[in-house]
């Protein structure tokens, strides 16, 4: 039989089905997992986004830290640790479960080891995430930073001109012996030129600018360099203690006499073809030409500066004379309680400074053939074109440190040219900084 469905009850699934009230209790319950579970991503992503900056922040600077510490010098084996006293430095929430940085050399834009890349990772389990997938969350970060190192350049041969080609060339049968350095002002190409047929042997070359040289010198050679400087360039010219006015000339017939001269203005310049002996001080050769070729009998001063005024020339050497010349510089002590005394550790050692006051034109120097020439300190001689000739033998016997900067200089013929200037003395001639960026 058939059971009867009584009007109350129709009634009441009628209303149930038209009833609204609840359906949004229900849909809460529903979404309530979902919005839930959303939730708790947001807060494990930016959880993890506060690690990946936190940690590409200490990579990024340990690889810097590194590439800096290679700038300085290429050779240092710093780096590493360098970079990873950066990487702790800069890491603070992440320092208990990140991974031990990797510090590692690579190779950027076709060149070799001339980079740092650090690398690091974190993994650790988060309160939502970890309920979902059951493992911990993992995030890495890399960095490269690229380096270009810096340099100090040093030269006992210097040539001053710029903008031109061939300020700095060694020709004929040349021989220079100079392990303090090469150098040249010019950014012109071919600033410096050695011969083939020359022989040179340095340990460095730089240049603003190209040089061409044999292939067994290319590994010494630096081109292009930028911070090549004139470092005497601000130098003032030496105030002299003496300007009294002053002649000299050689007398005829006994050449054994020794000719003792005194510092003071000497206008006409010297010819000297007797024995002379220079006495302590600063002298001043105002014009004319500081002849020294045709001594035949020595030439010595201890302790002495010459300042050429008014283009002033040096010519040193003769024909084969028995005569030497042996003069050596002033000290830094030499110039204490004197008006030079500011800038007393600069004039240390300067033999011969080329004041280019009033000067307008370029002065000639010549260091002519078959001399005998012992001499110590620097030349510095800005607005002169100094020709090493012939068979001068200079420092050949007894080799000392002389450094000889002028505007251009030109060795050639036969010439032996030694000079043994330490590192330490030898004249900087500017520098490069370093270079670092990030790559990736």
Request: net charge neutral; proline share 3%; hydrophobic share 35%.
């Amino acid at each position: 039989m058939r059971a009867k469905i009584t009007p109350f009850l129709k009634r009441f699934v009628k209303r149930l089905a038209r009833s609204k009230s609840g359906n949004a209790m229900l849909f809460v319950a529903l979404g309530m997992p979902v919005l839930i579970g959303a939730a708790g991503y947001a807060v494990d992503m930016a959880q993890l986004y506060m690690w990946k900056r936190e940690l590409q922040h200490s990579v990024d600077q340990a690889a810097l830290a590194g590439a800096w510490a290679l700038a300085y010098d290429k050779n240092s084996n710093n780096y590493e640790t360098r970079a990873l006293q950066e990487f702790n430095s800069n890491e603070a929430i992440t320092t208990a479960f990140a991974s031990t940085p990797v510090v590692q050399l690579g190779n950027y834009d076709g060149g070799n080891n001339n980079s740092v890349i650090v690398s690091a990772s974190v993994a650790r389990r988060l309160p939502f995430s970890s309920f979902l997938v059951d493992k911990p969350l993992y995030m890495s970060a890399r960095a490269q930073a690229t380096y270009a190192a810096g340099a100090t350049y040093k030269a006992c041969l210097m040539a001053l001109k710029e903008g031109q080609s061939g300020t700095f060339t060694v020709g004929g049968n040349a021989t220079v012996k100079a392990k303090c350095g090469l150098g040249a002002l010019s950014c012109e190409d071919d600033a410096i030129v050695i011969d083939g047929s020359s022989s040179v042997d340095t340990d460095s070359i730089v240049t603003c600018g190209t040089a061409d040289v044999p292939s067994g010198l290319e590994s010494k050679l630096t081109e292009n360099a930028s911070g090549v400087e004139d470092s005497f360039a601000d130098l003032p010219a030496p105030t002299p203690d003496n300007e009294t006015q002053k002649t000299f000339s050689c007398p005829n017939g006994n050449s054994s006499t020794t000719h003792y001269l005194s510092p003071g203005r000497y206008t006409g310049g010297l010819n000297l073809k007797c024995k002379v002996v220079f006495t302590k001080g600063v002298y001043v050769i105002d014009g004319g030409v500081f002849d020294m070729t045709d001594q035949k009998s020595d030439i010595t001063g201890t302790n002495v500066m010459f300042i050429l005024r008014n283009g002033a020339q040096i010519k040193i050497g003769g024909s084969g004379n028995a005569g030497k010349v042996n003069l050596t510089p002033m000290e830094a002590a030499d110039f204490v309680g004197t008006a030079n005394e500011p800038y007393k550790d600069r004039y240390a050692s300067m033999l011969f400074y080329e004041d280019k006051t009033g000067q307008t034109s370029e002065v000639e120097h010549r260091i002519n053939g078959n001399s005998q020439i012992q001499v110590r300190g620097t030349f510095y001689l800005p607005n002169g074109n100094v020709t090493v000739n012939g068979d001068s033998g200079i420092n050949v016997a007894n080799p000392l440190c002389f450094q000889l900067w002028a505007l251009t200089l030109k060795i050639q013929g036969n010439t032996k040219l030694t000079t043994t200037c330490a590192s330490e003395v030898t004249n900087g001639a500017g520098s490069a900084a370093g270079g670092v960026r990030l790559v990736a």
